[in-house]
C-alpha cells in the first residue's frame, strides 16, 4: 500500500506564497506521475498540477497557470507545490495523488492513491 502525506498548509495573505510538500512511503511507484488537487466547501475536487516521473513534463489548471509551479525529488519520494500570488479562490484543501500512468493527467480516475489534504487559506 502507497502512503501519501502531505504538509505546508496554513494561512496566508493574499499576494503571498505557501509550499506544499507531499511525502509519499510504502509500496513504490516509480515511473508514474504525480499530481495536485484542491477542494474548497462544497465544491468537487478540481485538478491543479501534475507531473511526469522524469519531472520535464508538466500540466496545470489555467486557473493557476504562472502562479503555481510543480516539481518533484524522486530519491526521496517527495512531489512539491510552489504557489505564488495566492488569491482567495485558492482556499481548499489541497490533495495529492499518486497516478496509474506516466503522462500527467488532469483526470481523477488516472490516480489510485491520495492523501490525507492540507488546508491552504488564503485572506484578503
Known amino acids: 500500500q502507497v502512503q501519501l502525506v502531505e504538509s505546508g498548509g496554513g494561512l496566508v495573505q493574499a499576494g503571498g506564497s505557501l509550499r506544499l510538500s507531499c511525502a509519499a512511503s510504502?509500496?513504490?511507484?516509480?515511473?508514474?506521475?504525480m499530481g495536485w488537487f484542491r477542494q474548497a466547501p462544497g465544491k468537487e475536487r478540481e485538478f491543479v498540477a501534475a507531473?511526469?516521473?522524469?519531472?520535464?513534463?508538466?500540466t496545470y489548471a489555467d486557473s493557476v497557470k504562472g502562479r503555481f509551479t510543480i516539481s518533484r525529488e524522486n530519491a526521496k519520494n517527495t512531489v512539491n507545490l510552489q504557489m505564488n500570488t495566492l488569491k482567495p479562490e485558492d482556499t481548499a484543501v489541497y490533495y495529492c495523488?499518486?497516478?496509474?500512468?506516466?503522462?500527467?493527467?488532469?483526470?481523477?480516475?488516472?490516480?489510485?492513491?491520495w492523501g490525507q489534504g492540507t488546508q491552504v487559506t488564503v485572506s484578503s
Open positions: 495523488a499518486a497516478s496509474w500512468i506516466a503522462t500527467p493527467s488532469s483526470q481523477r480516475y488516472n490516480y489510485g492513491y
Open positions: 510504502g509500496r513504490t511507484f516509480s515511473g508514474y506521475a
Open positions: 507531473i511526469s516521473w522524469s519531472g520535464g513534463s508538466t
